[in-house]
Every structure is written in C-alpha cells, then in structure tokens.
C-alpha cells in the first residue's frame, strides 16, 4: 500500500492564483483530513470528509474548498491565493472506529504565495 | 484563550534519559487524547491514544491523562537519538480534532 499520498510536494503560487492540491488513499478508509501547519501554531483542521459526498468545514476553512466523488480522493481547492495561505498542507486519513481513529497522514504540500 | 497549550521546548537531553512532554487544554468536551511523532519534514504518526484518565504504557512509551486538571504526558525512557523529532498532542471530541503546537525533542548520543 501506498497510504496517502499528495501531489506536489512543493508550489509557489502568485497572489490571486489557484490551485488545487491533491490527497488520495489506497486503505479504503471512509474519513480524510485537510490540516494546515504553520510554525509555532500547529496543525489547523481545514475541512474533512466522513464519506464520498460529505464535506464539514474545520476549524480554518476560509479561502478554501474540497469535494468527495470517490473513497479514494479529497483534493483541496484553492481560488484566490493569499499570502496568508503560506503553509505546510497535510492530507490524512482514517478508519473510524468508536469515538477516535489512527489518523495516517500523507508526506506533506508545501506552499509559498508571494 | 488556545484549546490546547503545549511548551514548545526546544528540549534537549543525553541518550538515556527520562523525557516528560506535557500538554494542557481548557474543553472538558475532549474525549480522546493523543501522541503523535513528527520527523522533520514530514508528516505526523501516531504514537499513543488514551480515552480514560490514568496511564497507558506501550514499550518505552507512556501516555498520562488526568481530565479533572486538563493535563496531559508522555513519558519516554531510555530515551534514543531516534527519538529525536517533534512531539504533537491531539484531542477530539466528535470529528474535530485539537493540535497542540508541538513539542521540539533532540536526544544526544
């Protein structure tokens, strides 16, 4: 298996650009994760997804947005890029069992916007 | 005020030692807690998840919850120059999951 994997690994967008970046899992698991890490603040909750076709917004999910057609996929979507979107983007994902579950997290998506 | 507090070290200690990271949080809503290990550059693993209050302990590693302070541990001993990396505690409570800000460990040979 694969786990989670996420593509690129490294952007620099302009202001005002847009991107996407993408997350896929290869474990069948039903929840995934979009998390932001900045330094000396954590990993921010973006939005997830319990299903294919259910999104929730965590706790940032300003200037951002997701979907879910398929189990195996969860891209983020960027539309205006701001410079305050600066950040490590982590995708993970989990089986969820009971009230928590082993979040697998994917290597990471750094992003610069200038 | 922050949902999870978490000293950010760094802390620096010999090859041997006993580690204590610690995390406070002020939602008495958390149900969950846990431990994740972060490798530079690269993403969180899960080390250690906790529902009770009390010890849970997995080879060298030992997790401590006390809900009726807020507070939580790990405890590493023996501790290796592989334990060098960033420490993360986490809790939920339903889908929402709380990240600490990260603890910054190096383990000298």
């Known amino acids: 298996n694969a786990g989670v994997t996420q593509t690129p690994k490294f952007r620099i967008l302009k202001i005002g650009q847009s991107m996407t970046l993408q997350c896929a899992q290869d474990?069948?698991?039903?929840?995934m994760y979009w998390y932001r890490q900045d330094p000396g603040m954590g990993l921010k909750l973006i939005y997830y997804?319990?299903?294919?076709?259910?999104?929730d917004k965590g706790e940032v999910p300003n200037g951002y947005n997701v979907s879910r057609s398929t189990t195996e996929d969860f891209p983020l979507r960027l539309e205006l890029a701001a410079p305050s979107q600066t950040s490590v983007y982590f995708c993970a994902s989990s089986y969820r069992l009971g009230g928590t579950d082993t979040q697998y997290f994917g290597p990471g998506t750094r992003l610069t916007v200038l | 005020q922050k949902e999870v507090e978490q000293d950010p070290g760094p802390l620096s200690v010999p090859e041997g030692a006993i580690v204590s990271l610690n995390c406070t949080y002020s939602n008495s809503a958390f149900q969950y807690f846990m431990w994740y290990r972060q490798y530079s550059r690269k993403g969180p693993e899960l080390l250690m998840y906790t529902y009770s209050s009390g010890n849970k302990e997995d080879g060298r590693f030992t997790a401590q919850v006390d809900k009726s302070s807020k507070y939580i541990s790990l405890f590493i001993r023996d501790s290796q120059p592989s334990d060098s990396a960033t420490y993360l505690c986490a809790m939920n409570t339903g889908n929402q999951f709380y990240f600490g800000t990260g603890t910054s460990l190096t383990v000298i040979p």
């Open positions: 997804s319990v299903g294919a076709g259910i999104t």
């Open positions: 474990m069948n698991h039903n929840y």
